[in-house]
């Protein structure tokens, strides 16, 4: 299960192993860090693209969670980051890896057990549910373990609520 947290800066990205027995397990995580303004959106974007690429073709996930884009006070900045979504959508869509999107509350909400969470707690609550010494880090990483996690938690529910 691969987790990914777009953004035109900095993507994070988790990848969690979910066994059928057994606890999850993170196999790895990190951030895709883009060039900063100066540079075209475009070439940008092609970055991350290619670089979530080669994580998609490393780790073959099963399935790629993402989440959906906020309602921001910003306009501009919900666009972009609307940019960066279909970058990723697009990367999945052309690995045929399914994809499932969460809103941020939702996410939050699995893994905290609130939908206002903060940042650091979220990284609290990954490190404890993976059975991890630290949140990974940096935060946006941590934010793309949590989107995994997530899919893993809820596809799991499912799982039981049809057996």
């Known amino acids: ?90 990367a999945a869509a052309q690995a045929g890896v399914p994809v499932a999107e969460y809103a941020p509350r939702s996410v939050k909400q699995s893994v905290t057990g609130g939908g206002g969470a903060t940042k650091n707690q979220v990284g609290l609550m990954v490190a404890r549910l993976l059975r991890l010494k630290n949140p990974p880090e940096p935060a946006d990483a941590a934010d793309g373990v949590a989107i995994a996690l997530t899919h893993c938690l809820r596809t799991r529910v499912l799982k039981r609520a049809l057996i």
């Open 1 to 90: 299960m691969l987790g990914v947290d777009p953004g035109t800066a900095a993507t994070g990205y988790g990848i969690v192993e979910r066994p059928d027995a057994g606890p999850m397990r993170l196999l790895e995580c990190g951030v895709v860090r883009l060039p900063g303004p100066a540079r075209a959106l475009a070439t940008r974007l092609n970055i991350l693209h290619d670089e979530l690429s080669a994580v998609i073709a490393r780790s073959r996930p099963d399935a790629l969670a993402v989440e959906t884009v906020f309602v921001a006070h910003n306009a501009r900045s919900a666009l972009v980051l609307g940019h960066a979504r279909g970058v990723v959508l697009l």
